[in-house]
């Protein structure tokens, strides 16, 4: 089944830096690759997704891309603000199966 | 605002009881999956509900856990004689369709204690 595996597990950077999340997966025919905020005590928020007929999607100062042959994802924040951090997980979505597989999660804190 | 809603927001059990944790999808949305996400790791897939229908439950551990998603009301996950290991948080989300390439939004989550 897919394995999804998740890097950095913590992330300290002074606001106004850029942050970077990578993810790999194992299941070539995954085709979906969403990123989650979770704040403390709350729900996953969707923040950014892609989808393997694309290598690259930016909202704003958050952008994902996708390397399809290396099997590898990223999420990039440029300009980090406080309320950015937060725990970030990546996900992927094995082709005909409905259910998201998880990273492990990155602490990102964001230091004025 | 509606979202995917999820009640309790806390249940507190002690070992031995049955817990019920309720899911409303968001409007429009018939699928419904579970997910577990224990103290410091990821969120892991437990099942995935359209109406009336159990369709992968390949994520569940086999005994005592239970889900159902009935033609009227909410998605019901019931834990029977619940263990300190069930302690987790236990989130919900529902898409609007069934392709592997749909959103899942989430819920707030079911934060269950077992004393």
């Known amino acids: 089944g897919e394995n999804v595996e998740q890097h950095p597990s913590t992330l300290s950077v002074q606001e106004g830096d850029s942050a970077v999340i990578k993810c790999t997966y194992s299941?070539?025919?995954?085709?979906?690759f969403p990123w989650y905020k979770q704040e403390l005590g709350k729900g996953p928020q969707l923040i950014i997704d892609?989808?393997?007929?694309?290598g690259e999607k930016k909202d704003q100062r958050i952008a994902v891309t996708l390397n399809k042959t290396a099997k590898h994802f990223s999420l990039h924040i440029t300009e980090t603000q406080p309320e950015d951090s937060a725990v970030y997980f990546c996900a992927a979505s094995p082709t005909g199966f409905q259910k998201l597989v998880f990273g492990t999660g990155t602490r990102l804190l964001v230091s004025p | 605002n509606a979202g995917v809603m999820q009640n309790p927001r806390h249940l507190v059990r002690r070992r031995g009881q049955e817990a019920r944790l309720r899911c409303s999808p968001m409007k429009g949305h018939s699928h419904v999956y579970w997910y577990r996400q224990l103290p410091e790791e990821g969120l892991k897939f437990m099942v995935y509900?359209?109406?009336?229908?159990?369709?992968?439950e390949s994520g569940m551990p086999k005994e005592r856990f239970s889900a159902e998603f009935p033609k009227e009301g909410p998605s019901i996950l019931r834990i029977q004689q619940v263990v300190r290991g069930d302690s987790a948080a236990y989130f919900c989300?529902?898409?609007?369709?069934?392709?592997?390439?749909?959103?899942?939004?989430f819920g707030p989550g079911t934060r269950l204690t077992v004393l």
């Open positions: 299941d070539s025919a995954s085709n979906y």
């Open positions: 509900l359209q109406k009336e229908n159990i369709i992968d």
């Open positions: 892609i989808r393997s007929n694309v």
């Open positions: 989300a529902s898409s609007q369709t069934a392709t592997s390439t749909d959103t899942q939004y």
